[in-house]
Every structure is written in C-alpha cells, then in structure tokens.
Nanobody, 121 residues
Framework: QVQLVESGGGLVQAGGSLRLSCVMSGRTFSNYAMGWFRQAPGKEREFVAGIRWIGASTYYGDSVKGRFTISKDIFKNTAYLQMNSLRPEDTAVYYC??????????????WGQGTQVIVSS
C-alpha cells in the first residue's frame, strides 16, 4: 500500500556531503513519521534520524548529531537526509522508513530498498 524509494547515495571522500531523498507513495495517514536507518556489513541496523509529519519534530542518533539533518517536503511526500562532514564509519546502506508514529526509533511499518553510501578515507 505504501512504497518508499530512496535515492542519492554514492561514493564521497571523507569530509564531503550527500543528500538522500525518500519519496513515499500510496496511502498515508495523520500522525505518521519518516525515518532513516543504516546498516553496515556485519553490523546491526542503526537509527540515524526521524521526523514527525505533524509539527516536524526531529530526533537524531548520537553518532550523527550536528552533522546530519532530516527534513521534509509535505507537497512531495518526501523526506531528506542531508549528510555533512561524512566519515568512513558512515559507510552503510541507508534505509528510509515510514509509519504511524510511536517512537522515533520505531516500530515503522514500511521500508525502502536502501541506497548505498560509501565514504572513502
């Protein structure tokens, strides 16, 4: 019913920036949220950032605070993740998530396929 499509990943050097996009299509509802997670090879999925659609309150994982910014475009049903000052440890597949808001960390109801971010030293 709901589909999420991420884009914007790629290869950058340490200190560089990337902007990820997540377009949500299908039926939506009030009081929902979108979030970003990431997963590096051999590691568990990690929460990166979340945003509530109503009021646009945000929350960030400790490892990205001050470097990443989550935002939204309500007219495009799109969430963005602006990633600055990228570090090699930011290398991961980044996943977009959406769903009724419970907590910023989830649970989320829908997930995208992911977009690869590689940060070289």
């Amino acid at each position: 019913q709901v589909q999420l499509v991420e884009s914007g990943g790629g290869l950058v050097q340490a200190g560089g920036s990337l902007r990820l996009s997540c377009v949500m299509s299908g039926r939506t509802f009030s009081n929902y949220a979108m979030g970003w997670f990431r997963q590096a090879p051999g590691k568990e999925r990690e929460f990166v950032a979340g945003i509530r659609w109503i009021g646009a309150s945000t929350y960030y994982g400790d490892s990205v605070k001050g470097r990443f910014t989550i935002s939204k475009d309500i007219f495009k049903n799109t969430a963005y993740l602006q990633m600055n000052s990228l570090r090699p440890e930011d290398t991961a597949v980044y996943y977009c998530a959406a769903g009724y808001f419970r907590t910023y960390l989830g649970p989320y109801d829908y997930w995208g396929q992911g977009t690869q971010v590689i940060v070289s030293s």
